[in-house]
């Protein structure tokens, strides 16, 4: 095998983790190769939330100054009574100043995220991304990993040390690799509209606002688009025995907003989607030398956007288990560890806030509702139980929990 492929890291997904993984392997002068189905990065309204734990790792990288520049600050968040109008709580991020210098989210689509560490990957000439190649098959050998790529010069073979399943969560890396995506998918779908109609200005809701209700909860949030005014999205569920028509048209969602915020004018919808929702995380984040990272590895429901967050934070832990392994000479029982750590994230952190999440918001009985909201007034009233709740909430804990696991837990684990 070529000097260059015994270093080479494949990475399967030009999304934003994928991306960030090459950058990170790229700075420590590894060889790298991308490959992504799609010709370019797609400026869809997906993910924006960045949690002070994922500005740290992205600010260890150099990518967060540009991220301001380009996405909108959001020190606070709230949550509302649907039904009465009531604004139950507000949490501050300032009180984990002194828990870290990121002490607030940032409202970063993804998208812009990743066209800033791409203009960064176009400079390094050890890292090439291959937009409009499709990986189609993986392979392994006890020294090597190929993968079978679909592109615009037909199918070739690629060849390296190690393979990143960064390629969302249909990962045909995933399930080459006949890996289990255990958990289980939400009967109702996510409906998202998104409206340049200025909430905070007309009704007073911050840029991360969650709003319960027994019938019909909603998370309402802004991000910067492409300049002032932005815009705000808003995700509801829907019913299951609707047709993708009957929730899509514009009659249904005009009136699914007017009933949410009633206003005189009619809103100006600029994006509507429709998705199903899943909770699932990969029976393992390592067969071999393939390793899975963000959606790959693990998918949930987007309130309190953590999914993006822990694929960036998978990716930060993995480089830099990689760079150890392939530029350090560290022992490969590290990447053990990498699936230890980041798949006790998703089962113990992301995924148990998330469900927790959406069963505060739509929670039907009224005692169940007085019960979360006398609890969300208390934590907010007081600032060292606020500041437990953000450190969760802002993902800083989970990255603790996951740095404080060793070598030794990695190896017990592997035996047990």
């Given at each position: 095998?070529?000097?260059?492929?015994q270093?080479?890291?494949?990475?399967?997904?030009?999304?934003?983790?994928g991306?960030?993984c090459?950058?990170?392997l790229?700075?420590?002068?590894?060889?790298?190769?991308?490959?992504?189905?799609?010709?370019?990065?797609?400026?869809?309204?997906?993910?924006?939330?960045?949690?002070?734990?994922?500005?740290?790792?992205?600010?260890?990288a150099?990518?967060?100054?540009?991220m301001?520049?380009?996405?909108?600050?959001?020190?606070?968040?709230?949550?509302?009574d649907?039904?009465?109008?009531?604004?139950?709580?507000?949490?501050?991020?300032?009180?984990?100043?002194?828990?870290?210098v990121?002490?607030?989210v940032?409202?970063?689509?993804q998208?812009?995220?990743?066209a800033?560490i791409?203009?960064?990957?176009?400079?390094?000439?050890?890292?090439?991304?291959?937009?409009?190649h499709?990986?189609t098959?993986?392979?392994?050998?006890?020294n090597?990993?190929?993968?079978?790529?679909?592109?615009?010069d037909?199918?070739?073979?690629h060849?390296?040390?190690?393979?990143?399943g960064?390629?969302?969560?249909?990962?045909?890396?995933r399930?080459?690799?006949?890996?289990?995506?255990?958990?289980?998918?939400?009967?109702?779908r996510?409906?998202v509209?998104?409206?340049?109609?200025?909430?905070?200005a007309n009704?007073?809701?911050?840029?991360?606002?969650?709003?319960?209700?027994?019938d019909?909860?909603?998370?309402?949030?802004?991000?910067?688009?492409?300049?002032?005014?932005g815009?705000?999205r808003?995700?509801?569920?829907?019913?299951?025995?609707?047709?993708?028509?009957?929730?899509?048209?514009?009659?249904?969602?005009?009136?699914?907003?007017?009933?949410f915020?009633?206003?005189?004018?009619?809103?100006?919808i600029?994006?509507?989607?429709?998705?199903?929702?899943?909770?699932?995380v990969?029976?393992s984040f390592r067969?071999?030398?393939?390793?899975?990272?963000?959606?790959?590895?693990?998918?949930?429901?987007?309130?309190?956007?953590?999914g993006?967050?822990g694929?960036?934070?998978?990716?930060a832990?993995?480089a830099?288990?990689l760079?150890?392994?392939?530029?350090?000479?560290?022992?490969e029982?590290?990447?053990?560890?990498?699936d230890?750590?980041?798949?006790t994230?998703?089962?113990?952190?992301?995924?148990?806030?998330?469900?927790?999440?959406?069963?505060?918001?739509?929670?039907?009985?009224?005692?169940?509702?007085?019960e979360?909201?006398?609890?969300?007034?208390?934590?907010s009233?007081?600032?060292?139980r606020?500041?437990?709740?953000?450190l969760?909430t802002?993902?800083?804990?989970?990255?603790?929990?996951?740095?404080?696991m060793?070598?030794?837990?990695?190896?017990?684990?592997?035996?047990?």
């Open positions: 095998m070529p000097a260059d492929d270093r080479r890291v494949l990475i399967a997904g030009g999304g934003p983790v991306l960030f090459a950058l990170l790229g700075q420590r002068g590894l060889p790298v190769r991308v490959f992504e189905v799609n010709d370019s990065i797609k400026e869809d309204p997906r993910a924006a939330t960045t949690h002070p734990g994922t500005l740290e790792v992205l600010g260890a150099g990518l967060t100054d540009d301001a520049r380009v996405g909108l600050i959001a020190p606070t968040f709230q949550f509302w649907r039904p009465s109008g009531e604004k139950i709580a507000e949490f501050d991020h300032a009180v984990l100043r002194d828990d870290t990121y002490p607030y940032n409202q970063c689509e998208f812009k995220t990743a800033i791409l203009e960064r990957l176009r400079a390094m000439p050890n890292v090439e991304v291959l937009f409009e499709e990986v098959d993986v392979a392994q050998s006890a090597d990993v190929t993968v079978t790529v679909r592109g615009p037909g199918v070739q073979r060849t390296g040390a190690y393979l990143i960064a390629d969302g969560g249909r990962s045909v890396v399930k080459a690799c006949c890996i289990a995506f255990d958990g289980f998918t939400w009967p109702e996510f409906i509209l998104t409206t340049p109609f200025d909430f905070e009704r007073g809701y911050c840029p991360r606002s969650y709003f319960a209700d027994p019909e909860w909603c998370n309402c949030f802004k991000v910067a688009a492409n300049g002032p005014p815009l705000w808003t995700v509801f569920p829907t019913d299951p025995a609707l047709s993708d028509e009957q929730l899509m048209n514009d009659a249904a969602v005009q009136a699914r907003l007017q009933k915020f009633p206003s005189p004018q009619p809103y100006q600029v994006h509507r989607n429709l998705y199903v929702t899943h909770q699932r990969a029976a067969a071999g030398r393939v390793l899975l990272a963000g959606d790959a590895a693990h998918v949930n429901n987007p309130i309190g956007g953590m993006l967050n694929g960036f934070q998978d990716a832990n993995l830099e288990k760079a150890a392994v392939l530029c350090d000479g560290a022992p029982q590290l990447l053990d560890l990498y230890l750590q980041r798949r994230v998703a089962v113990e952190f992301v995924q148990e806030q998330t469900i927790a999440n959406k069963r505060r918001l739509e929670a039907r009985d009224a005692a169940t509702r007085a979360n909201f006398a609890e969300l007034r208390a934590m009233a007081d600032p060292a606020a500041r437990q709740f953000l969760r802002s993902m800083l804990q989970s990255q603790r929990r996951a740095a404080a060793t070598l030794d837990d990695a190896r017990v684990a592997r035996t047990a």
